[in-house]
Each structure stands twice: as structure tokens, then as C-alpha cells.
């Protein structure tokens, strides 16, 4: 098992990146299916939340996490997974679990937009950190790292596209295209919701149609480019 990925599928998309904001890492499928998530590394569960049947998008505190798993790490680090499908948890608290073991299904619960896994790792002095240095961390092979490179890459990617579109202004008011230009992450899906626009596979597909995205199936390079469209106000509307 590459311990390097947190989907048994070990497709993953980082669809929203760290930050001051939000101290973790988002990751989704390229597939739209609802693959396994996998330990990151081996240690003891500390908590587990398997009993949320839905999303509550007001839900506080640790209840935004919905479905959870936490489990305090060999190597000191706390390892968090979030927003996991009713009842697919298969770790108990107390158990001690290994790298690439199954832990849940990624799902939509608690305040989430969408199917997604969101992952928090705090270190040692219980401060959140990016959860990209642990990925590091566990890359121990070539084909490890090869993996962990193409992450970064398009981490790199969104923050550039990111930043280059942060001032950007919409150049046209033409009512035929949309626009999100004060969102600045890196989720086309929570882009949408962020001017109350349906954000469902289905109708991002009829967008990518409209738009000369092809072939449409919700991965990476197709959700970044539709995502910049809609930074720059130049997404057509369906």
C-alpha cells in the first residue's frame, strides 16, 4: 500500500489547500465515487463519530465535522478525518491501526458542500499544521515521492491561479456569464454555493458542456478550469 495517499482508490484531488482560514486540506475522488479513506499512518483511535446521517450546515463546533475519525499517531501527530458516510466507520476507539488501514467512506456530513474528505493534522504541541508535511513524511520510494510531487504540484497550481485571480475584476456585466470573484480557494463545488448556484455533478457537467470542457467526470484539471473561469466572471451560464 502507497502511504502516501488517504483514498484507498489513491486518486485524490486537493480541492481547498491550507491556510490561516482553513487549517486543513480538503480531498475528493478525480471520479465522483465514494472510495475508502486509509490511515496516513499507524496509531491509536482516539474518537469516533459514525451516527450523523446528513449534512446541518449551522452545526458549531466539533459537530462540523459530521462523521469523524481521530487517532493519535506513533509519531506524536493527531490525525483527523471528517464529513465520512453514515455508519461506514470501521475503527473503534481504542484500537491501534495501521498505515493504509481502512478507516471509513468518504461522505457528506455535518457542514460540508459536497463528498469530501476533510483532513486536520495537529503536531506535537497541538498546533494545526499543514497536513501536506505529513504526507511527506511517509514517502519513503521513489514512487512515493513521484506521487507526492504531482500533490504539490497542484497544491502550487491552485495557489498560483489563486493568487493571480485574487484582484482580478470581472471584465464584463454581461448577465450571460457568472462570476465568484471574492472566493479565493481552491473548490469549485463550495465556489458555486458561495453565490447560489446549483453545484451538483449534474449541472457542473451542463456547465463544462457550455464552456468547451469536455467530457466532463468532476476531475482536477476540469474543476480548476472551470473554477478560474468563474474567478475571472468568464463561466457562461447554462
Do not use: C, W
Not at 491501534?96 to 495537529?122: D, M, P, R, S
Not at 473548490?187 to 451542463?206: E, F, P, Q
Amino acid at each position: 500500500m502507497i502511504t502516501t495517499h488517504v483514498l484507498e482508490s489513491m486518486n485524490e484531488v486537493i480541492t481547498n489547500n491550507y491556510s490561516n482560514d482553513h487549517k486543513a486540506i480538503d480531498i475528493v475522488p478525480s471520479d465522483n465515487s465514494e472510495p475508502n479513506i486509509i490511515s496516513i499512518n499507524n496509531g491509536t483511535v482516539e474518537t469516533v463519530v459514525n451516527d450523523i446521517k446528513s449534512t446541518n450546515h449551522k452545526s458549531k463546533g466539533l459537530d462540523t465535522y459530521g462523521n469523524y475519525v481521530k487517532i493519535k499517531q506513533d509519531n506524536g501527530k493527531t490525525a483527523l478525518y471528517a464529513h465520512m458516510k453514515y455508519n461506514s466507520i470501521k475503527v473503534n476507539k481504542g484500537e491501534y491501526i495501521k498505515k493504509g488501514e481502512v478507516i471509513g467512506t468518504i461522505g457528506e456530513t455535518g457542514n460540508a458542500y459536497g463528498k469530501h474528505l476533510h483532513l486536520e493534522i495537529q503536531n506535537k504541541d497541538n498546533i494545526k499544521e499543514n497536513p501536506i508535511v505529513t504526507l511527506k513524511e511517509n514517502s519513503t520510494s521513489s514512487t512515493k515521492n513521484n506521487n507526492q510531487k504531482n500533490v504539490q504540484k497542484n497544491i502550487t497550481n491552485i495557489q498560483t491561479n489563486t493568487s493571480k485571480n485574487k484582484n482580478h475584476t470581472n471584465p464584463t456585466s454581461n448577465n450571460n456569464y457568472l462570476s465568484a470573484k471574492e472566493y479565493h480557494h481552491g473548490s469549485i463545488v463550495d465556489a458555486l454555493k458561495s453565490i447560489g448556484i446549483n453545484s451538483s455533478y449534474n449541472y457542473r457537467k451542463k456547465l463544462a458542456i457550455k464552456n468547451g470542457i469536455t467530457n466532463y467526470k468532476g476531475s482536477y484539471f476540469q474543476n480548476i478550469k472551470m473554477l478560474n473561469l468563474l474567478k475571472q466572471g468568464k463561466l457562461k451560464k447554462v
